[in-house]
């Protein structure tokens, strides 16, 4: 089912910066097969002033911009919300950001509202360097279903096409970077690695919400799949 699939064309204007698979940035991917997944490097996450800021996520934007110039090949994912999505806790009558409520695909953490289309808050990031002509994978548009993947959607039917774009293009190595490390950085390395690549996680080029115990988790989670956890990028 790809009905939440949007691998779009896009200028690099503020929010519109779209696909194009032919980008080249630099010499770490060069032998083909690697490519960088930025995840959700947003004004929304990564900007102190952002709805759902992450601690150090300004930093983490300056650090996957020096990861960009490291790869031939990247996708960046943007989460793209649309107004009175099912994730935000303003549409749940008693609810709290960060409460837990059963949606059809399951169990749901509620958040503040965040990146929603066309506002400031879901635009990159200014310290994130975005080449002209790069892929994006826009992900949580359906306003019934959560996205935390880049792969897939949360209700684990609906996939984005990113895994078809990357078998296409030859990857087998994956390096995951972005925001946030305990929930759709964790979930994009995850499903990389269940998806055959072999997947990296590098660690200085990410930040957590670190809501209890997510941190924890996460570090388990990846280490009990086969994810490698990286430091920091290999020179």
């Given at each position: 089912v790809r009905a939440a699939r949007e691998l779009a064309l896009a200028t690099t204007a503020a929010d519109e910066r779209r696909v194009d698979a032919g980008?080249?940035?630099?010499?770490l991917g060069a032998q083909g097969d690697r490519a960088l997944l930025v995840i959700d490097v947003q004004n929304d996450f990564a900007a102190p002033s952002g709805a759902l800021t992450v601690p150090g996520g300004d930093g983490v934007a300056r650090a996957c911009s020096r990861c960009?110039?490291?790869?031939?090949?990247?996708?960046?994912?943007?989460?793209?919300?649309?107004?009175?999505?099912a994730s935000f806790?303003?549409?749940?009558?008693?609810?709290?950001?960060?409460?837990?409520?059963?949606?059809?695909?399951?169990?749901?953490?509620?958040?503040?509202?965040h990146c929603?289309?066309?506002?400031?808050?879901c635009a990159f990031h200014d310290d994130l360097v975005v080449p002209a002509r790069a892929m994006v994978v826009r992900k949580g548009h359906n306003r019934d279903v959560?996205?935390?993947s880049a792969f897939f959607e949360n209700d684990r039917r609906s996939d984005t096409g990113l895994d078809e774009y990357l078998k296409k293009e030859g990857v087998k190595r994956v390096y995951v970077v972005g925001l946030a490390y305990d929930f759709c950085v964790k979930y994009t390395a995850l499903d990389a690695k269940r998806l055959g690549y072999d997947a990296y996680v590098v660690r200085d080029c990410c930040a957590g919400v670190a809501l209890?115990?997510?941190?924890?988790a996460a570090e388990?989670?990846?280490a009990d799949a086969g994810v490698v956890v990286?430091?920091?990028l290999p020179a």
């Open positions: 980008a080249s940035t630099g010499a960009v110039e490291a790869f031939d090949r990247v996708v960046f994912a943007q989460d793209y919300h649309p107004a009175g999505h806790a303003s549409e749940h009558a008693g609810k709290a950001p960060y409460d837990e409520v059963e949606l059809a695909y399951g169990t749901q953490t509620l958040w503040p509202d929603v289309q066309g506002t400031w808050g959560d996205s935390y209890p115990g997510t941190m924890e388990k989670e990846l990286l430091e920091t």
